[in-house]
């Protein structure tokens, strides 16, 4: 395994901390034991972590989500504001951002 990933294991990224890093039998992607702050263990991919990208377990997020964009047309939003843009106004990841059109484009 890449040591980038190794050197993983301890460390804190956002409000989760990595327990242990492995592979999945049948799988050649990295896969991270994680602790969230909200006291969940759960697994993730590695990569996300790593870049950041990924820095709870999900806890609370998605409704937080839900609530902030109730009634707004994020598709809409985010060609006037670009992702960025959109992000910062609503105070959300552009992660997030991301996922919303991707769900909203496979609903059409
Ligand atoms: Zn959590």
């Known amino acids: 395994m890449k040591h980038t990933f ?25 896969y991270a034991k994680i602790v969230c702050d909200c006291g969940k263990v759960s697994e993730s991919l590695a990569e996300p972590i790593k870049l950041g990208l990924k820095k709870s377990c999900g806890c609370g997020q998605k409704q937080e989500w839900r609530r902030k964009l109730k ?19 609503y105070g959300v990841s552009r992660m997030l951002v991301y996922k919303e059109l991707k769900r909203a484009n496979e609903g059409k």
């Open 71 to 89: 009634g707004i047309d994020v598709e809409g939003e985010t060609k006037e504001l670009g992702v960025s843009g959109f992000a910062r106004k």
């Open 6 to 30: 190794l050197d993983m294991v301890g460390k804190r990224y956002g409000k989760i901390v990595v327990l242990e890093v492995y592979y999945k039998p049948g799988s050649s992607r990295v």
